[in-house]
């Protein structure tokens, strides 16, 4: 792989995460900069499913292994999770998947034909026993944080709620500046990794079908690529050396209702069995920042970016003035930094925080009327303006999730 778009190098360089042989292969730890990224996009997805009704719930890493026996992750996907461990004559295993507890949290109460579609949502940890050959950075690890959802709904909800779903994707990917290689109908192959159903394979797949062509898609459909559960619809990305993963994924699950026997009452009166379907806006936390990294080369978008704005006074006698601004900033939700003239001449200081969003030189003249001199990261240098209306204007586009500096065109005479 080309090191000029090698997340493990570039993350290491950036200060956004790191392993240690003593913590162990495939479990890296992240760095104050890469934790402020992740902060960022987990808060990101909560407030998106939110808008969309979801609800949040979290539920506990381990489970006993009769929860996996009876969801088929034992017999279809045992080679990918780790041992069990015996706890006072239980065998407790570390989860490989959050659906299994989604589905007994489902249970947990009776539910109405009038409470669907329930969409229930969580950022939780799982985890995969991955050999350490194919471990790699953030794209491949054992502990994973996985952006997750199901949707219990009735047959006649799905194709509206997978349809949806896949339009969260798509916002959310022009949101993150990344563009999908292309979408994928994942379907079942040969072997014995798939559950032995084909009536609901069928149906579950004419509905994401549907779904696709609704939604103008243009999709391949893949053999060997399903959960062993059910087929699903794979947005797939591109890394900078050519290779593709799955980053989203929305599937369609008859299996699970059935073996957890869940139930919602319909308007009969009468017991019926919901749909579940499977839902991953940005997929494992892990990935989507490794992805994002080589994508963006570390220049990420400002809502993203773990410093968005940094302060340059030209000399110390500007400092107060840009300490200021950063207290302003700081109570506005924007991350500001302040580069003083004890890091060294001006023109270092813009090198040195060319991956950062906005810059804003304050010298003797701006200091005097509160103003600012913003540089951009593409290049643009804007007039000297009111502090105070820079600051606002980068918290509107911060709000916006835009992907853009600042207006396509600036006034003449501002460049």
Request: charged letters at 25%; hydrophobic letters at 40%.
């Amino acid at each position: 792989m080309s090191t000029a778009y090698d997340h493990r190098r570039l993350g290491r360089e950036l200060g956004l995460f790191d392993t240690d042989p003593l913590i162990g292969a495939g479990l890296p730890y992240w760095l104050p900069d890469g934790a402020t990224v992740r902060h960022a996009l987990e808060e990101y997805v909560r407030a998106a499913e939110r808008a969309a009704g979801y609800r949040h719930v979290y539920s506990p890493v381990l489970g006993k292994r009769e929860l996996y026996e009876i969801s088929g992750h034992w017999s279809h996907y045992s080679d990918d999770m780790f041992p069990p461990m015996d706890m006072g004559g239980e065998q407790l295993v570390l989860r490989p998947s959050l659906c299994p507890h989604h589905a007994l949290i489902y249970r947990s109460r009776s539910h109405s034909h009038r409470e669907l579609p329930l969409r229930m949502a969580e950022l939780g940890g799982m985890y995969r026993s991955e050999l350490s050959g194919v471990l790699g950075g953030l794209s491949r690890v054992r502990a994973v944080q996985l952006n997750d959802a199901h949707i219990f709904c009735t047959l006649d909800q799905v194709e509206e709620e997978a349809h949806g779903a896949l339009e969260m994707i798509r916002r959310a990917y022009r949101a993150l500046g990344i563009a999908p290689a292309r979408y994928r109908l994942s379907l079942p192959g040969a072997g014995g990794k798939y559950i032995a159903a084909p009536e609901l394979w069928r149906r579950a797949t004419a509905l994401l079908t549907g779904v696709l062509e609704r939604s103008g898609l243009p999709y391949e459909a893949v053999e060997g690529e399903a959960a062993f559960y059910g087929p699903k619809v794979d947005v797939q990305v591109v890394d900078g050396a050519g290779r593709e993963s799955t980053l989203s994924t929305v599937q369609v699950d008859f299996h699970q209702p059935e073996r957890f026997a869940l139930h919602y009452v319909g308007a009969d009166g009468a017991k019926h069995r919901p749909v579940m379907v499977h839902r991953s806006v940005i997929g494992s936390v892990e990935r989507a920042v490794a992805h994002l990294v080589e994508q963006h080369g570390g220049a990420f978008p400002a809502w993203l970016a773990p410093t968005q704005l940094v302060l340059l006074p030209v000399s110390a006698g500007e400092m107060a003035n840009a300490g200021e601004l950063a207290a302003r900033c700081a109570e506005l939700g924007l991350r500001a930094e302040v580069a003083g003239p004890e890091r060294g001449s001006l023109g270092a200081r813009i090198r040195e925080a060319r991956l950062v969003p906005y810059q804003a030189v304050i010298g003797a003249r701006e200091a005097a009327a509160d103003h600012v001199a913003l540089r951009l990261r593409d290049g643009r240098r804007l007039e000297p303006r009111s502090a105070v209306d820079v600051v606002a204007r980068i918290r509107a586009r911060v709000d916006d999730h835009s992907v853009d500096l600042w207006e396509s065109a600036v006034p003449a005479g501002e460049l």
